[in-house]
C-alpha cells in the first residue's frame, strides 16, 4: 500500500522523521524548512480548500482522487491535479531521503534496476539526466508500471503525479527551484549530484515490494 493510500480530507502536513539539518551538507535546514513548512503545507491547505464543498469527494483517497482525475468536477480538477500531486509527490519525497542515506539499493530492486537498466550507474544517468532536463519545474521519477512489474525513468511537469498516469511512483527528486535554489543557486546538476547521498534506498526497496505483497 503505497503512503499516501489511506490519507483523506481533511488532509494534514506530514511531520518529518528527521531533523531539518540532518540532511547537510547536500540539502540545507533553511530549504527544508521553507519547502516543507510552506510549500507543502500550501498544497495541502490549497487541496482541503477545492474539497470543502465536495462531501461526496472528501472519503477518496489522495491516490483515487489522482488516479480518478478525470471524473473530477471541472471547476476544481486543476486544483486537485496540482495541490493533490504537490502533496503526494512531497509526501514520499521526505521519506525516500535520510541522514542515512546514498550508497547502492539492494535486494530486489537492485536486480530489476540492473536487468531494467544495465546497471546502477546507468539507471543513475538516466534518471539525472531526466531531472536535468524538466523545463521549468517538476519532477523526475522511478516508478513501476501499473501491473506493478516493469521499472522506468521519466518526469512530470509542476506537480503532476504518476498516479495520474496510474504508475507507481518509487523514487522522486523535486526539480523545483525552491527545493534547491537558496543553495545551489541555478546549479541544478549540482543539487542533482548532491542529491544522491541521501537517497533512502531501504524506503525505495520497501515501496518496491509493496505491489507483490498487496
Request: hydrophobic share 35%.
Amino acid at each position: 500500500m503505497q503512503m499516501y493510500d489511506t490519507l483523506t480530507y481533511p488532509f494534514q502536513l506530514p511531520d518529518l522523521d528527521y531533523p531539518l539539518g540532518v540532511l547537510e551538507p547536500h540539502i540545507e535546514a533553511r530549504t527544508m524548512e521553507i519547502h516543507h513548512g510552506k510549500h507543502h503545507a500550501g498544497y495541502v491547505a490549497k487541496l482541503n480548500a477545492a474539497l470543502e464543498h465536495y462531501p461526496d469527494l472528501q472519503s477518496k483517497t489522495l491516490t483515487d482522487l489522482l488516479r480518478d482525475y478525470t471524473s473530477l468536477p471541472e471547476e476544481i480538477k486543476k486544483a486537485v491535479i496540482n495541490n493533490g500531486g504537490g502533496h503526494a509527490n512531497h509526501t514520499l519525497f521526505w521519506q525516500v531521503m535520510s541522514p542515512d542515506g546514498g550508497g547502492d539499493p539492494s535486494g530486489s530492486l537492485a536486480e530489476m534496476i540492473n536487468e531494467t537498466f544495465g546497471g546502477f550507474s546507468s539507471f543513475k544517468e538516466a534518471f539525472a539526466s531526466e531531472a536535468a532536463t524538466v523545463f521549468g519545474s517538476g519532477w523526475a521519477w522511478l516508478s513501476l508500471d501499473q501491473d506493478g512489474k516493469d521499472l522506468h525513468v521519466g518526469h512530470t511537469p509542476n506537480q503532476n503525479s504518476p498516479l495520474l498516469e496510474n504508475h507507481i511512483p518509487l523514487l522522486g527528486i523535486d526539480v523545483w527551484e525552491h527545493a534547491y535554489y537558496l543553495q545551489y543557486q541555478n546549479k541544478r546538476a549540482d543539487y542533482i549530484e548532491a542529491w544522491w547521498n541521501v537517497v533512502n534506498w531501504d524506503k525505495v526497496a520497501e515501496l518496491y515490494n509493496e505491489p507483490a505483497r498487496s
